[in-house]
């Protein structure tokens, strides 16, 4: 069986201790509370098995997953033992034997688990959500009065935590931060006494008004700035290489790519690489992003196509075919950096890395 590259495949390089010591110094942060691991959209990116499973191994005991088929996938891969919390949520039943968390996000989903567990006579595991800003998912103001006002509607259930999400915890300074933890305060003093969990990534950074019993680090895990605007306090944990296919030497005035958008200034040298829009890098990098080769920078020439995309070697005699650039992770390419250059963020960088690449581990 084949275990390395094929051919002309990119390689996606994922450096499994770097996210453990970003944990590690995320949990340092965040104690005397405990520190779970986000790791929803298949870790987002990166996956979500190799890094649960490095991360228990570390210590961490508290996973977070968007959707169901995710929650089964890692418990079967995790066993029994940490927590493996929905955020979607799920209906009464859907775990089997109720191996995993679901996140209430409404009084009906509260009323269902709550009904089941009754039923069962075992009260049922969960974590209660509380919109204080987002207005995506979570009991809303009307729904946290009414619950405030009738603690019975929790008999059946016995919650983990009451959490909320973070909208603006990226932008120190913006109010709604100070707003958002008043509010969760405020609603967690209406209810019986249960464990908080309120700061994301970059709210771990907010100070000691966000901390709480359980932080939900996500992208910071994955090297992703949590401070934008001040220097990354994260490793990197990732780098995309992908092999030069062809090398193409062009005369003055030649164009290169679709639209004819670059035309070669000078008698010019291309490299065609194996990677494109269909694998994640995304089309508006066009013209716009830097690659690395042995340490020093290769500019990328005309337009990300869906499989290929160019980059002008003309000044880098030494790159040949079968070489290959770093096109994401390498130095003036993280996912942070190519993100600003495509008007986009380091989350959808990782997260839309496609499914052609070889991944490979470093375990240590």
Known sequence: MTTGPLTGQPVLTIDLPAIVANWRDLAARGAPGAVAGVVKADGYGLGAIEVARALRSAGCRHFFVACISEGLALRAALGAG???AVLEGFAPG????????????????????????RAAGVARRAILHLDTGMARLGLDAGEQARLAEDHALL???DLLYAMTHLACADEPAHPLNAAQAARFAAACAALPPMRRSLANSSGMFLGADFASDLARPGCALYGINPTPGAANPMRQVMRLDAP????????????VGYGASWVAPRPSR???VAVGYADGYLRSLSGRALGECRGRPVPLVARVSMDLTTFDVTDRPDIAVGDR??????????????????????YEMLTGLGARYHRDYIRG
């Open 270 to 272: 291309i490299a065609t």
């Open 94 to 117: 859907e775990d089997g034997d109720a191996a995993l968390v679901p996140v209430l996000n409404g009084l009906q989903d509260l009323a269902a688990h709550a009904a089941a567990g």
């Open 155 to 157: 008999a059946g259930l």
């Open 325 to 346: 650039i770093t096109v994401l992770g390498g130095a003036g390419c993280t996912p942070d950096e190519a993100a600003a250059l495509a008007g986009t963020i380091g």
């Open 244 to 255: 030069v296919l062809q090398l193409r030497a062009i005369p003055a005035g030649a164009s």
């Open 82 to 84: 940490p927590m493996i």
